[in-house]
């Protein structure tokens, strides 16, 4: 699309963009237009140098780094001397005195409740709604769907409702409910009666009593039994009068009539305008902000078509029951909304600035977000304390970390904001982030809300920064490395150092395979031990069963274990995962190259090609995995890593690309979920005139040069031309 600007103020703004935000945007919130764009105007000119002197002191530095491993090539590392220049060249700074962090008017769904937490694309409504409506669901739907129940036995899922699996569903509940609900000298599994409540209490002996919070009746019959354990709710649906049978058969089976129980499950949403979406001008940027908008109203609403039926998605109101006091109790029927906003790096063409430059992407999302929120602010939908919660991406140490700082303090001001109304959430995945964590905390200590890890974008900055230094270990060796430990532990550590424990969030990544949820059930547990508030999950369903690992781990008692332990070694944090003698095989080298182009193009095919930013992409042996640009980045970064260091040469790498663009095409030629979409485009047709293709190998030859191997500048360039 090509853009029709508008003169206002110095700025040249999108006719796109100026229409959403003064007909849409600015209505309701006692913003007017003119103090808007005088204020933003300002501010963008004041910020945006200060924005390009940052990203040219990330390329000094960058290059300082290769300088000295240039220098130091074929000798072993000394990390006393590496620490030592590290701090040098001010890549590494030095701690300050301890300190806790201050922020205020923070929601319980962050300072108090821990749980799963899911990352939504916001150019997607529908998955938007799916993903703020997931704070309630099904565990009965989650079990009998998903692999966590197997299909033996004559367990299968089939095309209609099977009781045997159904049986299972009911059986495993019940044992869950034996667990995290225990009643006094007897099972849920040798209930007979339905239980009821009288006078407010409940005829059931619990070895607990106050996990019963509370209830609901339909013609004084109970219809819902609520508990608590662990902070999260529980609540169990009873089916009386026979209604419910049709639409939930599993309640057939059931002698006490339990037709369902609703988990507690995505406490939070983060709606990403950043990794998971394909947003390169007005167009798509307005697409996005008019859906965070309409979360921010309460009004956003879909229709589709599913199963031939039309169907309409809106947000789900609250949740009202009698308390076990015989108040009324009304409980937040959706996740708690937190915004993605892009990092320092990228700029956009919706916004043109005073000398003909494209305006700083973050800096654009901090104002456009933060306006929406206003609207929340009048009926408290989303935040009940009038807070703004903003993840930021991407942050290079403690002075972006401080700009971040600076950019917020602007919003305030324009916006009509209290001072630190706006929280930040520091994403801890870029290695000066790591290594400097104590102080990027230190620098946000009025506003962080959150803090993080995660493997994906962290690996590739690790192979980024450390470029020159030889050859990364293989990708699948990377989990089990000396840094990857000390940077999870690095991150919990310094976080309850903090203060974080009851009043902010310490994130853990995702578990990147939706279909394979009984591995997940082995895996996952290990971020609650780990002490992490809540983790990332890929789908509702995978919340819901996530949701019983914190069931399971009493994280605050948790964190205070761990916080008695000894700190992360910086040594360690900073011993880089590269191979001093690599002696692999043309085989082993083959099947990694495959690996990694395959996860590349089933990516950047869609991104180019369908603008789908996050999707679940098969891999090289078909199975499904989330894929998003931090997946792209470390696949990328590790063949150009390779190609650099002579593991393989540009000739192989290409023929692998064009062998494994056949693979993708039969894969996506085949895949249900492209349905919807415009028709799709074979790379391996034509290669040479296939944009998609173009952007990835660019992806891997370039990847070297690439300003600290961000994927972005090459794929919004090629989606640009392919719109255009």
């Not at 409504?125 to 309630?136: E, K, P, Q, S, Y």
């Not at 169907?311 to 937040?332: P, V």
């Not at 990377?478 to 430990?485: E, L, N």
């Not at 931090?630 to 192989?652: D, E, F, M, P, V």
Request: glycine share 6%; net charge positive; aromatic share 8%.
């Amino acid at each position: 699309m090509k853009e029709k600007y508008l003169k206002i103020k110095k700025l040249s703004v999108s006719e796109n963009l100026a229409n959403f935000i003064n007909k849409e945007l600015l209505p309701g919130t006692k913003i007017t237009k003119e103090k808007f764009w005088t204020g933003f105007d300002k501010c963008v000119h004041e910020l945006a140098p200060k924005n390009i002197k940052l990203l040219q002191k990330r390329e000094r530095l960058q290059k300082a780094i290769d300088a000295l491993h240039i220098d130091k090539k074929d000798k072993p590392l000394n990390l006393k001397k590496y620490t030592k220049f590290l701090k040098k060249i001010g890549y590494l700074k030095k701690p300050g005195p301890n300190f806790k962090i201050k922020t205020k008017n923070v929601d319980r769904e962050i300072s108090s409740i821990c749980g799963p937490q899911l990352v939504c694309p916001v150019s997607n409504a529908r998955f938007l709604l799916n993903a703020a409506n997931a704070r309630w669901v099904s565990l009965y739907d989650s079990l009998y769907g998903t692999d966590v129940i197997s299909e033996n036995n004559g367990a299968v899922k089939g095309k209609t409702y099977n009781p045997i699996r159904g049986k299972k569903v009911i059986e495993y509940a019940r044992s869950l409910l034996d667990k995290y609900i225990p009643l006094k000298n007897e099972s849920w599994k040798d209930l007979k009666k339905v239980p009821d409540v009288i006078n407010n209490k409940i005829n059931l002996k619990l070895k607990n009593s106050n996990q019963f919070v509370g209830y609901r009746k339909k013609l004084n019959k109970i219809s819902s039994l609520l508990f608590i354990n662990n902070n999260l709710h529980i609540d169990i649906l009873f089916d009386q009068d026979g209604k419910m049978e049709i639409n939930n058969p599993q309640g057939n089976q059931d002698r006490i009539k339990i037709h369902d129980i609703f988990l507690e499950s995505a406490i939070s949403t983060i709606c990403d305008h950043e990794d998971s979406v394909a947003a390169v001008d007005s167009e798509d940027k307005v697409l996005g902000y008019r859906n965070w908008l309409g979360l921010m109203k309460g009004d956003l609403k879909v229709e589709f078509i599913k199963n031939g039926k039309k169907n309409l998605r809106k947000l789900k109101s609250d949740r009202n029951y009698t308390s076990a006091k015989g108040k009324k109790l009304k409980l937040h029927g959706r996740s708690l909304l937190l915004n993605r906003n892009v990092g320092h790096l990228m700029t956009n063409p919706a916004i043109l600035l005073k000398d003909g430059s494209e305006c700083p992407e973050g800096i654009l999302d901090a104002f456009i977000t933060s306006l929406a929120c206003l609207h929340d602010f009048k009926k408290k939908g989303n935040s009940r304390v009038n807070s703004i919660y903003i993840v930021k991406p991407k942050m290079h140490g403690p002075e972006e970390c401080n700009f971040t700082n600076l950019i917020f303090e602007n919003v305030e001001k324009v916006l009509n904001l209290k001072k630190y109304q706006i929280l930040c959430g520091i994403m801890d995945e870029e290695r000066r982030t790591s290594i400097n964590l104590k102080e990027c905390i230190r620098a946000l200590k009025n506003r962080v809300f959150f803090i993080n890890t995660g493997f994906l974008d962290r690996t590739g900055d690790e192979i980024h920064t450390s470029m020159e230094i030889g050859p990364m270990i293989k990708k699948g060796d990377m989990k089990s490395s000396k840094w990857i430990m000390a940077y999870e532990n690095n991150n919990v550590d310094i976080g309850l150092a903090c203060g974080f424990s009851g009043k902010c969030q310490i994130g853990k990544g995702m578990y990147a395979a939706p279909d394979l949820m009984s591995d997940m059930m082995k895996q996952k547990i290990v971020h609650p031990l780990a002490g992490a508030n809540c983790a990332w999950v890929p789908s509702p369903t995978a919340a819901a069963l996530h949701a019983l690992h914190y069931h399971e781990i009493d994280v605050f008692s948790k964190q205070k274990e761990l916080s008695k332990r000894k700190s992360a070694k910086l040594s360690d944090l900073l011993t880089i995962p590269f191979e001093k003698k690599p002696n692999w095989t043309m085989e082993e080298i083959t099947k990694e190259l495959k690996n990694n182009a395959q996860g590349i193009l089933g990516y950047v095919v869609r991104w180019i090609d369908q603008s789908v930013g996050c999707s679940k992409v098969p891999d090289i042996n078909g199975v499904g995995l989330m894929e998003d640009r931090a997946t792209c980045r470390i696949s990328s970064q590790h063949i150009a890593n390779w190609l650099h260091h002579g593991i393989c040469s540009k000739k192989h790498v290409l023929e692998i690309m064009k062998k494994m663009a056949k693979v993708v095409d039969n894969q996506n030629l085949k895949d249900p979920s492209m349905k919807g979409h415009s028709p799709y485009i074979p790379m391996s047709y034509e290669y040479d005139k296939s944009t998609a293709f173009k952007a990835a190998c660019e992806l891997v030859f370039h990847g070297k040069t690439q300003p600290s191997g961000y994927t972005e500048p090459i794929l919004h360039l090629n989606r640009l031309l392919k719109k255009n």
